[in-house]
């Protein structure tokens, strides 16, 4: 059969030639049996980040669990850049939208933060693992990003040092801190962070405060104020872009 997104499912466990795989978890058991009216022969990708994609096909359907058995090695596991987001939760889209984007985007690591113009001053860390994990399966990538709680913007900022850049996206940047110039000569692709404020921006106390850590870069994404959620993708884009172009050189 011709596999599409739907058919990759994220297995943490290790995956190998004639290996057995159980799904036993409600949701997943749900998913495949229920939602999707899989049978006994179907084919379905299995992956992980250390064991890469393999097909294996159902062996066996239960009430509580289903098996499969590995067939055949499809892959290998793709490198991805460190990347973490760090992000003011807004009302509308909310913080779901902003997962869902960054997986395929590529990031790593994802930071909900509270600023003193944050609206939404609390996110789901659960609803948003599941979100990033059908993102996973979706996109084609192999890890799963980590998630964390809410942080203060006082502990963010304390923790900016352990990046090698930190792309600062603001509005009030000059024009010859265009995000592109400063990706294509810093080479993003290490440890990063970029940042995106809420709605209304940071205030000047936290922009000056950002501006001040020794290794953020305040950058500007055009001439335009652009939505919250629209200088997030365009940024991500952005490095994606820039990352995969030094990672062939």
């Known amino acids: 059969m011709t596999l599409k997104p739907r058919n990759r499912i994220y297995c943490p466990s290790h995956l ?3 290996a057995t795989v159980e799904f036993d978890d409600h949701d997943k058991v749900h998913y495949l049996a229920s939602v999707l009216r899989s049978k006994v022969g179907d084919a379905f990708a299995l992956f992980n980040q250390n064991d890469g994609e393999w097909l294996g096909n159902i062996v066996e359907i239960l009430k509580k669990k289903i098996t499969l058995r590995i067939n055949k090695f ?3 596991s793709t490198p991805a850049p460190t990347l973490t987001l760090i992000f003011a939760p807004i009302k509308n889209p ?7 984007k960054a997986v395929e985007l590529g990031c790593s690591s994802i930071w909900p933060i509270i ?3 944050t609206v939404v001053r609390s996110v789901a860390a659960d609803k948003l693992k599941q979100t990033a ?4 399966e979706q996109s084609g990538r192999f890890s799963l990003p980590t998630i964390i709680e809410a942080l203060t913007f006082k502990y963010c900022l304390s923790q900016l040092s352990q990046f090698d850049f930190v792309y600062f996206c603001d509005e009030r940047a000059l024009s010859e801190n265009l995000f592109l110039k400063i990706l294509l000569k810093t080479k993003p692709g290490t440890n990063d962070a970029i940042i995106i404020g809420p709605e209304g921006g940071f205030s000047e106390e936290e922009r000056q405060l950002l501006l001040s850590n020794k290794n953020c870069i305040g950058v500007s994404l055009g001439t335009g104020i652009l939505r919250a959620e629209t200088a997030m993708i365009t940024a991500l884009s952005l490095h994606q872009q820039c990352y995969m172009r030094n990672d062939k050189h």
């Not at 909310?94 to 869902?100: L, P, T, V």
């Not at 994990?133 to 996973?136: F, I, K, M, T």
Request: glycine share 0%; proline share 5%.
């Open 16 to 18: 190998s030639l004639a």
């Open 74 to 76: 499809l892959r290998p």
């Open 94 to 100: 909310n913080a779901s939208f902003y997962m869902q």
């Open 133 to 136: 994990l059908d993102a996973v």
């Open 115 to 117: 600023t003193k113009f």
